[in-house]
């Protein structure tokens, strides 16, 4: 990555330290989503998700204010999350300090944040050819909020071997580690919409990111993200693209007529049996992970997110 040395040198000049002898849990809340918050929980640090950065370039959607939670332990701490839409285009506009956007989303997100304990960055369409341009970023966000405000940084999971194949990687664990009080690792989507079916965040798979973030993010400052939400996959998948010769020899394989006329077209119906394949977490699954994530030094762990996990799943673990 080009100006490595000014990055570093910038962000020596505004990190602050958060270390702590208390674990911290980390959990997000979608907005509309409140009244799942769980009471007496062991929640430190709740992440409200999320206000989006629009194709526009402005903030939109998300808490206004920290949410009123009845449940909520005295002293918890809320943190607004920054997200941006999953387009590589739009990321690289946004994060190059040539043009316009870059300031201006910076001084929005200071503006919007201010009523909140911490702010949380969670920008995961970084492409490798912007890896400068996001640490810049990153530096300047960290540098335009008031001290005592927490920045985060939520990141994608990486591990040794990825690191090693994808050298100029935008995540990159130590710079950020720099840059941030706290990085929370996304440890899950192993198996993702799109690809095969396979666990969501299989231990196996969580041991190695756990091993790369402890070698390389300070442990006062990470957090590791475990999920409790569960993925379906449909085989066949029917939804696609037809070209006419298919729509064709499937009317003739199925012995369809179709119907239609000239305004719409022609349209068809058929009926198919699919087989769903869901993986999904269980009480024993995500004690492994939070036993896993207390072999070293961490601050804490981070919850994807309020609503999805198994039944009794905060009282169980506050006992």
Request: hydrophobic content about 40%; charged content about 20%; glycine content about 8%.
């Amino acid at each position: 990555m080009k100006n490595v040395l000014s990055i570093i040198l910038f962000c020596l000049t505004v990190v602050s330290g958060y270390a702590s002898s208390t674990p911290e849990t980390w959990a997000y809340l979608m907005k509309g989503e409140e009244k799942y918050f769980p009471p007496h929980s062991p929640i430190t640090d709740v992440g409200c998700f999320s206000a989006a950065v629009n194709g526009d370039g402005n903030l939109t959607g998300g808490h206004l204010v920290p949410p009123t939670l009845p449940g909520a332990n005295p002293g918890t701490r809320y943190h607004l999350v920054i997200t941006l839409p999953w387009n590589n285009t739009l990321a690289h506009i946004y994060l190059d300090p040539k043009l316009p956007f870059r300031n201006r989303i910076i001084a929005d997100i200071v503006e919007r944040s201010k009523p909140f304990d911490g702010l949380q960055i969670d920008f995961e369409s970084i492409s490798k050819a912007d890896g400068t341009a996001y640490l810049n970023f990153l530096a300047a966000v960290k540098k335009a909020l008031p001290k005592e405000k927490i920045f985060s940084v939520a990141v994608m999971a990486r591990w040794e071997s990825h690191k090693e194949k994808n050298p100029d990687d935008a995540f990159d664990y130590p710079f950020i580690g720099m840059i941030a009080d706290r990085v929370v690792i996304m440890a899950y989507d192993e198996h993702y919409r799109g690809g095969g079916a396979g666990p969501v965040a299989s231990l196996p798979w969580c041991e190695k990111i756990y091993d790369y973030a402890v070698k390389t993010i300070p442990a006062e400052k990470l957090i590791m993200g475990i999920p409790l939400y569960g993925r379906g996959w449909q085989t066949p998948a029917l939804a696609k693209a037809y070209k006419n010769w298919e729509v064709i020899a499937e009317l003739r394989e199925k012995n369809i007529q179709p119907s239609g006329d000239p305004e719409n077209g022609g349209t068809y119906s058929f009926s198919e049996t699919v087989e769903v394949n869901v993986h999904f977490e269980t009480y024993q699954s995500l004690q492994a992970k939070m036993e896993l994530y207390s072999q070293h030094s961490t601050q804490g762990i981070a919850f994807w997110r309020i609503s999805q996990g198994p039944e009794d799943f905060w009282t169980v673990i506050s006992d």
